[in-house]
């Protein structure tokens, strides 16, 4: 199960699982996941998606449970949907202009959802003895960016949290849980950014670029392998060696 599949990160994670030979759920709050799913079913994948506001606590048992209902079991748990609130005019938070609202909405989307989606899915991966947990934080939780607004940086470094209280419970199971932290790869998310912060980042990358969604969904698959089965509570950096600016 893939949470965010309709753009970006989410459906590059949902092509590559599909590639791998899982058989996936793509989940997302826009329909366009539907449409999605049918490119996957074209490639002859074993797909189908759910259109789901995870922000909405109450639902997310109901989507869970449908999703065991339909496919059995989840095996690969990615939660990858997130989202950064900005200004009207398109900018970052500074901290004293951070509402609750922004504040609340984020903590639901970056920390209760994913925490609700691995009690639905984790007993059934302990009871298999198989299991993999992959939670899609940011750069911005593990080092100050000036252009991340509080609610952003504070929810993300929770899912990191969660990735390590996850880990540790379930580590002697067979089931791994953890994060991989993007810094700037090129999706509707980070295209909607001024020309002035796009410039800022191209600047303090080391690689000189920005990163590409299929390089995060790299990361995840390896994850996601029966390879990785050492690997867990851990946090793995995809940003084209960020933390070596200077
Ligand atoms: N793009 C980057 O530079 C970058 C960097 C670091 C971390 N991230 C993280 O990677 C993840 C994917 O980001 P992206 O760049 O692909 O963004 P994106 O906007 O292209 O995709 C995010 C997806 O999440 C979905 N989503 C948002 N709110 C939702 C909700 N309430 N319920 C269900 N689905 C919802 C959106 O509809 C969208 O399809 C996010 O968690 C983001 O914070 C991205």
Not at 18 to 38: M, S
Request: aromatic share 6%; charged share 20%; glycine share 10%.
């Amino acid at each position: 199960m893939v949470t965010g599949a309709a753009s970006g990160v989410g459906w590059s994670i949902g092509r590559r699982l599909a590639d791998d030979g899982f058989a996936v759920v793509l989940v997302d709050i826009n329909p366009d996941v539907q449409d999605r799913e049918a490119e996957l079913v074209e490639r002859g994948a074993t797909v189908s998606s759910v259109v789901a506001d995870l922000i909405d606590r109450e639902s997310i048992p109901s989507v869970a449970a449908g999703i065991l209902r339909r496919h059995g079991q989840c095996d690969v748990l990615v939660n990858n949907a997130g989202t950064h609130f900005k200004t009207p005019e398109g900018q970052r938070f500074r901290f004293d202009e951070v509402g609750l609202r922004e504040w609340d909405l984020s903590i639901a989307l970056h920390m209760t959802a994913p925490m609700l989606l691995c009690q639905a899915f984790l007993p059934g991966m302990k009871e298999r003895g198989w299991g993999r947990v992959v939670n899609i934080a940011s750069r911005a939780a593990r080092t100050y960016i000036q252009q991340s607004s509080a609610f952003y940086t504070a929810s993300k470094s929770g899912l990191i949290g969660l990735t390590r209280a996850v880990a540790g419970e379930f580590a002697a199971y067979g089931v791994t849980c953890n994060s991989v932290a993007p810094g700037r790869i090129r999706t509707p998310l980070t295209d909607i950014s001024s020309a002035e912060v796009k410039r800022f980042s191209l600047n303090e990358l080391p690689v000189g670029r920005v990163g590409e969604p299929d390089e995060v969904a790299a990361a995840v698959s390896f994850l996601a392998s029966d390879q990785a089965g050492f690997i867990t509570g851990a946090v793995i950096d995809v940003n084209g060696g960020g933390f070596m600016a200077p």
